[in-house]
């Protein structure tokens, strides 16, 4: 069931911004950062050059509620994962992590934000022609990124989204000083958002709720790319699945272990795009509209089901062999897009 997308014009651009929003946007380009994360860091204001990518113009996020439906826009951040990269910042705060794999058989994330933002979310890395698609089941979504393939810059500027990189949002980046670029590009979510959105925001058609019938003890899965791999262990203590990135654990910036109440391994078509990285990698493309079989992890226990998404701007279906519904453990839960076998 699509939905209508209002604040776009005709052409594909986006409608003029409300005069609160622009005094939102007016107050976050003009301040700038005097904090530290970790070891410290300052304000970038030069445009991204990650991965080879150019930094994308767009216009400047709103953060207002969307006319057509009254709920916020959720803020979506896309998360460098590689070994520099680790300890990530502000994962724990998000409602859904979405692992997508990228060149090279590696993989990136995307965090999403509607009940909490963080202090801090990164360290924030490119975007991939995949987001599109993911991110049109959230009502007008901000995208946080650090720069794209120059091709790709057309496609954001008319996906119905907010795309915010350094470029467009200076003074809500900072770089880190205890690491080396690219991977200490930092978001500060409250110079975007004035509040997290609310539950409300959250689009995708998850169901949270008591655990289907049937099932199977399940004390830990692994998910392998073809360069990377994550294993969720159950720990009955936490009633939550441990992390970990490659062998291992994977932590927060505070030491805090990253465990969710949900896991999802959602299996889909990847397949090759139209696009390469600046070593000559092609990118994978995640096909996340359509059907086909996945696995919840939640409570120590796993469930076989079917996944359902019959357009881009619907959410995802999970149900049982049965066609009833599956409904996850509250909580936040990480989507791992797995190549169909």
């Known amino acids: 069931m699509g939905r209508s997308r209002s604040r776009r014009t005709a052409r594909g651009g986006r409608a003029p911004r409300s005069p609160a929003a622009a005094a939102l946007l007016a107050t976050a380009l003009a301040g700038t950062l005097a904090i530290s994360l970790a070891a410290g860091c300052t304000t970038s204001r030069e445009p991204s050059k990650d991965d080879g990518r150019s930094a994308s ?139 997290a959105p609310g539950a409300a925001a959250l689009t995708t058609g998850f169901r949270y709720g008591a655990a289907p019938s049937g099932g199977e003890a399940a004390t830990s899965r692994t998910v392998r790319y073809p360069a990377a791999r994550f294993t969720f262990t159950w720990s009955e203590s936490r009633a939550r699945w441990l992390v970990a990135t490659d062998g291992a654990p994977t932590v927060s ?52 089901v079917n996944w359902t998404r019959a357009t881009a701007a619907d959410g995802t279906d999970f149900t049982t062999a049965d066609g009833k519904p599956v409904a996850f453990a509250p909580g936040q839960v990480w989507v791992v897009l797995a190549k169909a076998p």
Do not use: C, W
């Open 57 to 195: 113009k767009q216009q400047n996020p709103s953060g207002t509620a969307s006319p057509t439906t009254g709920v916020g826009s959720v803020l979506a951040v896309k998360i460098d994962n590689a070994p520099g990269a680790r300890p990530q910042t502000g994962l724990d705060s998000a409602d859904i992590v979405y692992v997508e794999q990228v060149e090279g058989g590696l993989s990136r994330l995307m965090a999403v934000y509607a009940t909490a933002l963080p202090e801090a979310v990164g360290p924030v890395r490119s975007a991939r022609e995949s987001d599109l698609e993911l991110l049109r089941q959230f009502e007008q979504p901000l995208l946080a990124f650090s720069g794209a393939q120059g091709r790709l810059l057309p496609l954001i500027d008319r996906a119905p989204l907010d795309a915010v990189t350094p470029e467009d949002a200076s003074g809500a980046y900072v770089r880190g000083a205890d690491r080396a670029a690219p991977h200490n590009l930092y978001l500060r979510p409250s110079r975007l958002l004035p509040s």
């Open 253 to 304: 910036a505070d030491g805090r272990r990253t465990a969710p109440a949900t896991v999802v391994v959602q299996y889909v078509k990847v397949r090759a795009s139209g696009f390469q990285d600046f070593l000559g990698n092609n990118t994978p493309y995640t096909e996340t509209v359509g059907s086909g079989k996945a696995e919840v992890l939640r409570d120590g226990r796993a469930y076989d």
